[in-house]
């Protein structure tokens, strides 16, 4: 079915929004990982930042969802798909992987985690990012931790081919019935799992039983109902089904959520509670570059750093963990924990760039597509800047 509406190659105020999601996770981070403040005070807004950090991994994989279908073409192939996303992401996962490995042998994990030393075979399995997989804090926490998410993204990559069909075939009208019984489905999970799962022990660390926490928020196939759910939405936008919704009415929804915090049940912090209003958040946003009425977050700088935000998200943990075992058990007042934090986010934000520029963009200009044959040469090298910024266009989180 031919689009009802003008499908522009990019959406920058998606690629600035990617930034922002990012920085909500690193500084969620540096909030409840990195404990630099000496008021204990300070971190009774690390439930906020939780929920905060978690529903920016959930917009995140509705975001990959709907930047993929947007850009899928008809003629590309599962194995091009494939490769182009194994070149995006495996560079700067096995980089990050790399240091983190050099830092957990030249220190203690009790620098920044309560676990002990990767085995083996739980660094192997972070490795081919395949971990996430099994309900063991030591497997999906294991190394580089926030490569959880990228397990379940790599599942996602490897069933895209095979959803986008269903979803470009469906039909116009089932379209927002489809997005409703989806999202139902995210919303009705947190609850199914306390049918399967047991409650936390006395004493736990967390509300959450492990077996119920990791089946709620690390499980690929429990979390690839919202990369669905973005598929959905971007050929509900393409095929003008999505109504027109000013943001206010998505951020107001998601304003109300995080006030009513206290009250939710705590399986519905970890991503399902704010599942919905940045579900429509997105369509919101990209109908701004639609309009050709972009946001503030498609200037220059943010889309810089909104594509650099795949490295972003990788590589701030080891950094953080790097000075965390540096300071050792030390702790400051309000102010200089503050200036601290900035200090350690604006670091990690110019390493992301730096693994960005040298290692993700390299990576893609080379091994995004095959090498040309012989006779093909000669236009070898503008295929290949093509194909990188195909690859760049595609994927909102890596």
């Not at 019935?177 to 609850?191: K, Q, S």
């Not at 109908?287 to 498609?298: C, E, G, T, V």
């Not at 670091?347 to 520029?357: E, F, G, H, I, Q």
Request: with cysteine; hydrophobic share 55%; aromatic share 10%.
């Amino acid at each position: 079915m031919v689009s009802a509406l003008p499908r522009p190659d990019r959406l920058p105020s998606l690629t600035g929004y990617r930034f922002l999601l990012a920085c909500t996770v690193l500084f969620g981070h540096l909030l409840t990982l990195e404990r630099l403040y000496e008021d204990p005070d300070i971190y009774k807004a690390a439930d906020a930042s939780s929920m905060a950090s978690a529903g920016a991994v959930s917009s995140f994989f509705m975001l990959s969802g709907f930047v993929l279908a947007w850009n899928a073409r008809p003629d590309d192939t599962a194995r091009r798909f494939w490769r182009r996303r194994f070149v995006k992401i495996f560079p700067n996962h096995a980089v990050a992987w790399a240091l983190m490995m050099a830092l957990l042998m030249g220190t203690s994990t009790a620098a920044l985690l309560p676990l002990p030393d990767p085995t083996l075979s739980q660094a192997v399995k972070n490795l081919l990012l395949v971990h996430t997989w099994l309900p063991h804090m030591a497997d999906f926490s294991s190394v580089n931790p926030v490569t959880w998410s990228i397990s379940c993204e790599a599942f996602f990559y490897l069933l895209f081919p095979f959803l986008i069909r269903p979803v470009r075939a469906l039909p116009t009208r089932l379209i927002r019935l489809v997005i409703a019984a989806v999202a139902a489905l995210v919303l009705a999970m947190p609850t199914l799992a306390t049918f399967v799962t047991d409650e936390a022990g006395i004493g736990n660390w967390s509300p959450l039983s492990m077996d119920r926490w990791w089946l709620i928020y690390f499980f690929p196939p429990v979390r690839l109902l919202e990369f669905v759910l973005g598929l959905l939405l971007a050929r509900a936008v393409l095929t003008g089904r999505w109504p027109a919704l000013r943001m206010r009415w998505p951020l107001l929804v998601l304003a109300t959520v995080f006030a009513a915090q206290p009250k939710l049940p705590h399986e519905y912090v970890w991503g399902a509670a704010t599942c919905l209003p940045l579900a429509a958040l997105i369509p919101a946003i990209a109908a701004r570059d639609l309009d050709r009425r972009p946001l503030w977050l498609s200037r220059r700088g943010l889309v810089l750093l909104g594509e650099a935000s795949f490295a972003l998200y990788m590589i701030h943990f080891p950094i953080l963990y790097a000075i965390r075992a540096l300071l050792g058990s030390r702790t400051y007042d309000t102010v200089t924990a503050t200036l601290l934090s900035l200090g350690v986010a604006a670091l990690c934000v110019l390493a992301s760039l730096l693994l960005w520029r040298t290692v993700e963009t390299p990576a893609m200009r080379r091994f995004s597509r095959p090498r040309p044959r012989p006779a093909e040469a000669p236009t070898a090298e503008p295929a290949d800047e093509s194909e990188a910024a195909k690859v760049r266009q595609q994927d909102p989180l890596h």
